[in-house]
């Protein structure tokens, strides 16, 4: 690799907020807030939206999506053009 034009990679704490859990990882993320972590040290941290913590994937909770509303307002918005009528 060339010295000089690889950002810095270093230990972040990332954060998600809504499940109250975070990890330290290594990243080139970079953030203005720092944390101090359990073992005593200061680290950037970089708030996520969602992680393992909170996606439905890995906690077994699923959303239930209206699917059959969601086309009747498409084709509402946009018409239903997209069929032919033979």
């Not at 975070?22 to 080139?28: D, E, G, P, V």
């Not at 239930?64 to 918005?77: A, K, P």
Request: net charge neutral.
């Amino acid at each position: 690799m060339k010295c000089g034009i690889h950002p810095e990679y270093r230990p972040v704490v990332f954060r998600d907020r809504a499940a109250d859990f975070a990890f330290l990882t290594r990243s080139t993320a970079t953030s203005d807030k720092n944390i101090e972590w359990e073992d005593g040290n200061v680290y950037p941290v970089i708030d996520v939206e969602i992680s393992s913590a909170s996606h439905p994937f890995h906690t077994g909770t699923q959303r239930v999506l209206d699917t059959t509303g969601r086309v009747e307002r498409f084709e509402r918005r946009y018409g239903g053009g997209g069929r032919s009528k033979e």
